[in-house]
């Protein structure tokens, strides 16, 4: 039996972390790709009454790892959810294309979901689907951004990385040597070699 790929949102932290959002702690979930099986289901009409509505997300670079974005989704879950999935793609139509990330199933109380690793500068579309004994119910396609977060923010353990110029302690650059240089409006345009 052949284990399936992890792909763009691998979960890079254990899977019972939480970050904070939406007025409460959120559980990153590992999201994987699409199986024939899992897209095979019976997908209501979009609009069908039954599904999350009321989607948002929040996004913010990790304080503890460098160029990682954590992002937030957050729903109103349908009144009498049963088992609900978060579908995430980076394609616009990879829902139609079946090119796209699915959550582990979600339990009827879930509102939101946390992704770590997705693609920096990406744009991501996702859609919450509620099942329901005709089908699954799914809510309206959103996008949301993924910052793409510095290298070389202040993290607990960056000791060993050097200063950034202009930070506190840092040394400060160089001044160029009399007539080097590029032509500024202090020397008249004509640059630094006369």
């Known amino acids: ?23 409460g702690d ?25 599904g999350a509505a009321e989607l948002d997300w929040q996004a913010r670079c990790s304080e503890t790892r460098r160029r990682t974005a954590i992002v937030a989704l957050g729903w109103r879950p349908a009144a009498e959810a049963a088992v609900q999935r978060v579908d995430v793609s980076k ?4 829902f139609e294309r079946l090119r796209y990330e699915v959550s582990p ?3 009827d109380e ?5 992704i770590e690793g997705a693609e920096p500068g990406i744009n991501y579309y996702w859609r919450v689907l509620t099942e329901r004994p005709e089908g699954w119910v799914p809510s ?16 607990p353990d960056a000791e060993e990385e050097p200063a950034r110029p202009g930070a506190e302690g ?3 650059p ?21």
């Open 140 to 155: 309206a396609v959103e996008r949301f951004d993924v910052p793409v977060c510095p290298w070389d923010e202040t993290y």
């Open 1 to 23: 039996m052949s284990k399936r790929p992890v792909l763009a949102l691998t979960v890079l932290t254990l899977a019972a972390a939480c970050v904070t959002a939406f007025g």
């Open 174 to 194: 160089e001044p160029a040597p009399e007539g080097d240089g590029p032509a500024t409006a202090g020397d008249g345009g004509r640059g630094g070699d006369r």
């Open 91 to 94: 394609f616009r139509d990879g």
């Open 110 to 114: 879930r509102a939101a979901v946390a």
């Open 26 to 50: 959120v559980q990153i979930e590992p999201f994987v790709p699409v199986t024939p099986e899992e897209a095979a289901i019976t997908l209501l009409p979009a609009g069908t009454p039954g």
């Open 170 to 172: 840092a040394r400060p």
């Open 105 to 107: 199933r979600l339990a």
